[in-house]
């Protein structure tokens, strides 16, 4: 049974860097028909794609944020790791890890982590 | 990027009764090359990460109820809950994944008894 974790600082400043890790257990991330990727849920709102990352290193990020974000992989660890730059109040959100399986050519959602509260504040 | 639109944004149905959720896309999500819709329904319970219910527009993940029915083609989807359950109480989103670049949302619609 696939499980994620996220894990990561649930208070960030402003203007800091959000760091968030996601523990992948029960599965392997280098698992060639998968990828991964990062949902975020501002509180009492709905879902935003953040970017996804095959183990290969090809990545795919929302436009909207694709200035600030990073998302990374490190198998060694089986883990993938999401980096938010220059955050602010506006980024507090939900962030929700996912595995995205292989659908005839794009990717599908199945598999969510439980989401990790992180809130921009001073 | 394409839009999704879900409406209505909430629903109140009693229990038992039939609960329809429209989603709109603002350009086709079936592909000519296959046929296949590149629509997914995800419910979300208060506290919980979303669920995936229906992909292809209308294939349940396995153990989804088949209570869960999706339908459409292009870009009018519906999702129907025949006879609501109180567990069937979430919201409800739809999702493309058609687009390589970004796979989009809609706003989500809640659904009460």
């Known amino acids: 049974q696939l499980q994620l974790q996220e894990s990561g600082p649930g208070l960030v400043k402003p203007s800091e860097t959000l760091s968030l890790s996601c523990n992948v257990s029960?599965?392997?991330?280098?698992?060639?028909?998968?990828?991964w990727g990062w949902i975020r849920q501002p509180p009492g709102k709905g879902l935003e794609w953040i970017g996804r990352?095959?183990?290969?290193?090809?990545?795919y990020y929302n436009p909207s944020l694709k200035s600030r974000v990073t998302i990374s992989v490190d198998t060694s660890q089986n883990q993938f790791s999401l980096k938010l730059t220059s955050v602010t109040a506006a980024d507090t959100a939900v962030y929700y890890c996912?595995?995205?399986?292989?659908?005839?050519?794009?990717?599908?959602?199945?598999?969510w982590g439980q989401g990790t509260l992180v809130t921009v504040s001073s | 990027d394409i839009e999704m639109t879900q409406s209505p944004d909430s629903l109140a149905v009693s229990l038992g009764e039939r609960a329809t959720i429209n989603c709109k896309s603002s350009?086709?999500?079936?592909?000519?090359?296959?046929?296949?819709?590149?629509l997914a329904w995800y419910q979300q319970k208060p506290g919980q990460p979303p669920k995936l219910l229906i992909y292809?527009?209308?294939t349940r993940e396995s153990g989804v109820p088949d209570r869960f029915s999706g339908s459409g083609s292009g870009t009018d989807f519906t999702l129907t809950i025949s006879s609501l359950q109180a567990e069937d109480v979430a919201v409800y989103y739809c999702?493309?994944?058609?687009?390589?670049?970004?796979?989009?949302f809609g706003q989500g619609t809640r659904l009460q008894i």
């Open positions: 996912a595995r995205l399986r292989q659908a005839s050519g794009q990717r599908l959602v199945d598999s």
């Open positions: 029960g599965g392997f991330i280098n698992s060639s028909s998968n990828y």
């Open positions: 350009q086709s999500v079936l592909s000519s090359s296959n046929n296949k819709n590149y």
């Open positions: 990352i095959h183990y290969s290193g090809n990545t």
């Open positions: 292809w527009a209308s």
């Open positions: 999702q493309q994944y058609y687009s390589t670049l970004l796979y989009t």
